[in-house]
Structures are given as C-alpha cells and as structure tokens.
C-alpha cells in the first residue's frame, strides 16, 4: 500500500479517494484562534517566531480539520531581505519602491541571502512534528512578477502602470537576475524542511494580458522552476496566478509544475475534464459565497460539488478541492464547518 497521505496522492494524480480540502488564508483574520493569537503578537513575530508560526499554521487544522496546512508566512520577505524594507500598518508596507532601474541596483540578491529566511524552515519542521500524518504540509513564496509588483507599486491592486512599465525598461529583468536564486533557494528551504509541494502564488499574474505573460512573465518562472528543481528535484510545485486563464495556462505547458490554481471566475467541473490530464487542480469556490446563509451557501456548494462529482474518477484524482483565493476576514466560522462537512458527506 501507498505510504502517501491524501493530499500527497492528489498532487500527484493519483486519490482514487475524496479529494482533500485545504483553504488558502485557513489560519486568518476570519478564525478566532488567530485573533487570540494576534491579541497578544503582531504580526511580524507571527510569521517570524517559528514557534508561533506553528501555533498560527496548525490552529485550522486542529479546528476544522483541514487535510493540508500552510505554512503561516508572508510572500514578501524575500523583498525584505533584498533590501526593500518591510513593516506592516497594518498591511504591508515597503520602505523604498524600484522607481529607477538604479533602485534595483542597490537592491541585494543571490542564494545565500534565504538563510535569512531560516525561521521559515525552522517554523515548517516543527509542524512538521505536530502534523498528522494523514495531513499534507504546503510551503508558499511569491512569484517574480507578483514580487516585481509589490517591490514597484507596493501593492497588486489598482492599474500597475509603473509595473507594467518597469517590465519594458530593463527593471524586471536587473530585478528577476537578483532574485531566482534567492528565491529558489527560499523555496528549496521550506522543501527541505518538509514541504509536501511548494506554492508559487503568482497572485497578480492576471492582471497583464496573455501576451505580456507569455512573454515575459513566463520566461522568469521557467528559470525559476529550472533552478528549484535542481536543488529539489522530487518536492512538486504548485502554481497560482489569481485572474488568470487557459490563454495564460497554455504557455505554462511543458514547465515543471504539478499542481494549477484556478480562481472562481471557472466552472471547476470544466477545468478537470479538460485540463486534469496536464495537472492537478486546485480549488475553486468563490470566497464571497462564505457570507451567505448557510441554505444558500450549502445548495451552491452541492451544485459544484455534484458537478465534480458526476465526472469520471480520473478526472477528479487530482482535485485539491477548495476556494478561488483566500479566506476573507469576518467570514462566518460555521460556514468553513459548513463547507467542509458537506464535502465529505458528498464525496464520502
């Protein structure tokens, strides 16, 4: 018999079984043992004191009985120790933005650099310990163009016009040149350190046309890819790139990744039959749908669940089931219950 864990097989396409559930943002503003926490912490050392980092992370899974953790972490230290700056007032806030290419210049980069990083191997072996067995263990960092985003306009959201113009005036590529080793060996650090697959959320990827990814997104990812796989050849990759679609997954085609993210502007029964052959899949219900009553909430749910289900099983045995982005704050803990026990009831 397999000695991999549900969520282990799923990755690899390979769950004859119920998909397993995981949420991105589990451990959160929305749960009251994160807000226990949070009263007595802020954030930095909850991302940053491994111990706590744990506490943070295994909270949602002890709850409500996830079948994966995340590591509790933040995408942007590797900006931080790049030499951005980084505090959070409450969001993130970065001292200084690549405005120049001469910016960029002044910035760190390089492999070594991840060992600053170190509290969030330390934080991953010690849920490592606590995690049941039959439970998998995600690692995350963000991806280059998301990373290049925040580093230029501070943020993913609004037009990214100085991104977008940083992605033709030489920034992006001085920038991905200091940070693919780097990064790279962040994520080989959290493999490592027990990681079932490492999550690249590349969650402004959507926000730039198919070209422009195409282009010269994608490029940055493969080398990216390249490098990780070198130093963790048998550690799966997952890929999340909020707002995007097929046009954007197509030039992902032929790179090392085993497992796609989808948001919930996709039918999740359609994505599987067509492109579950290529990856597992995770997701994807919309995260808004957890504010509604529990009746409306609970006949949308057995919609999408039923949809899934009615596909043939090899269609689903790489199926993370889950929602389209993270869990938002305020969102009803009876509905994640919700979600969940009627997963499992569906699925059996």
Known sequence: MSSLNLFQKTIRRENQDRP????????????????????????????KIPEIACEVTMGPVQDFNFDAAILFSDLL??????????????????????????????????????????????AMKLIRKELPADKG??????????????????????????????LKDGRFEDFSHLLLDLLAENM????????????????????????????????????????????????PVTYYSKGSGPDHWKALTGLPIA????????????????????????????????????????????????????LPSAKRRGWVCGLGHGVLPKTPESNVRLFLKLQKEIFG
Request: aromatic content about 10%; charged content about 25%; some cysteine.
């Open 77 to 122: 230290f590797p900006l931080e120790v790049m030499g951005t700056g980084l505090r959070y007032d409450p969001g993130p806030k970065l001292d200084r933005h690549l405005k120049t290419r001469a910016d960029v210049k002044n910035l760190r980069g390089g492999g070594k650099l991840a060992s600053e990083m170190n509290f969030q191997a330390d």
């Open 259 to 310: 497992a796609l993210g989808v948001d919930w502007n996709h039918n999740i029964a359609q994505v599987l039959d067509q492109w579950s052959d290529q990856w597992a899949i995770q997701g994807n219900v919309d995260p808004n749908w957890l504010f509604l009553e529990p009746a409306d909430l609970e006949q949308r749910l057995r919609k999408v669940f039923l949809e899934a289900k009615a």
């Open 20 to 47: 397993p559930v995981w949420f991105m943002r589990q451990a959160g503003r929305y749960h009251s043992h994160y807000q226990a926490l949070r009263a007595k912490h802020s954030f930095m050392d909850l991302c």
């Open 188 to 235: 080989a650090l959290q493999a490592r350190a027990g990681a079932d697959t490492v999550a690249v959320l590349d969650t402004c990827a959507g926000e730039f046309d198919a070209k422009t990814y195409t282009e010269i997104a994608v490029p940055v990812l493969k080398e990216l890819l390249k490098k990780f796989k070198a130093l963790c050849p048998d550690t």
């Open 137 to 166: 263990l995600l690692g995350f960092v963000g991806g280059p163009l998301t990373l290049f985003c925040y580093a230029v306009d501070g943020s993913h959201s609004g037009g990214l016009e100085s991104s977008r113009l940083g």
